[in-house]
């Protein structure tokens, strides 16, 4: 069930990419913010990359999108492409998939330095899902805002 309602949040995301130009994807919503859909991309590659790769799996890997593990930085989409952020991103859910498939069960541990403490697979899965909805929700306003089409 966890994994069924995360991978509707992913395919949501792409849901409101799906038939614009590169150019539409880095349209900013509204002055101060640098959101964007391809932004919301980016961010959610490095998402996916830090609780599944670095979190659970304890991989020593670095961001996409910057050495200083600056999260705001894969919101800067100003000269990203659709191509570039979307082959980062699906290759992130696919490493998450492995490791969450592969896992004993759901109460496997990984150390979250952040937070300064364990966490389980199961919590993980519930923060993306957390994080997916939150963004996804972004990704509605900023999808009407550039050709008026609404909905999930």
Partial sequence: MLRAF???HRATLAMKCDGLSDE?????????????LLGLVRHMAEVERTWFRRV?????????W?????????????TATRSEAFAAWQAEVEHSRRIEAAAESLD????????GEDVSLRLVMLHMMHEYARHNGH????????DGVVGA
């Fill in 24 to 36: 539409e994807l880095r349209r900013r919503s509204s002055p101060p913010s640098t959101l964007s």
């Fill in 6 to 8: 995360l991978d509707f």
């Fill in 66 to 78: 910057s050495d200083e593990v600056d999260y705001q930085a894969a919101y800067d989409a100003s």
């Fill in 139 to 146: 990704a509605d306003f900023l999808r009407e805002g550039i």
């Fill in 108 to 115: 496997v541990t990984g150390h979250q330095p952040r937070w």
């Fill in 56 to 64: 659970i799996d304890a991989e020593d890997v670095p961001l996409v």
